[in-house]
């Protein structure tokens, strides 16, 4: 079955930096988009940013563009989410979403909670 287990997750410091991983089993990790999604304290889910298969191609949204980068090694079936300049507001749980023949899967979650 389709498993996604996030790591990673901590405590930072108002510009500190944090690295999540993601490994993906039970299904062909290189041949689907991946993607990050987090859930701030009574706020909705959002997505973060977004990975082809290949890796060529990513994409963020606006506020966290140029701070965190995505990226995946396919030939460990994980993804990566190296975040930096980390301010308050990046304060959630982060979670990797898989998309499979109209199937979203979902890890369980990482806290990440940015404070001084």
């Known amino acids: 079955q389709v498993q996604l287990v996030e790591s990673g997750g901590g405590l930072a410091q108002p510009g500190g930096s944090l690295r999540l991983s993601c490994v993906g089993s039970?299904?062909?990790?290189?041949?689907?988009?991946m993607s990050w999604y987090r859930q701030g304290p009574g706020k909705e889910r959002e997505l973060v940013a977004t990975i082809s298969p290949s890796g060529r191609s990513t994409d963020y949204v606006d506020s966290v563009q140029g701070r965190f980068t995505i990226s995946r090694d396919n030939a460990k079936n994980t993804v990566y989410l190296q975040m930096i300049s980390l301010k308050v507001e990046d304060t959630a749980v982060y979670y990797c979403?898989?998309?499979?023949?109209?199937?979203?899967?979902w890890g369980q979650g990482t806290q990440v909670t940015v404070s001084s």
């Open positions: 979403k898989v998309t499979i023949m109209r199937y979203t899967y």
């Open positions: 039970g299904f062909i990790f290189s041949n689907y988009g």
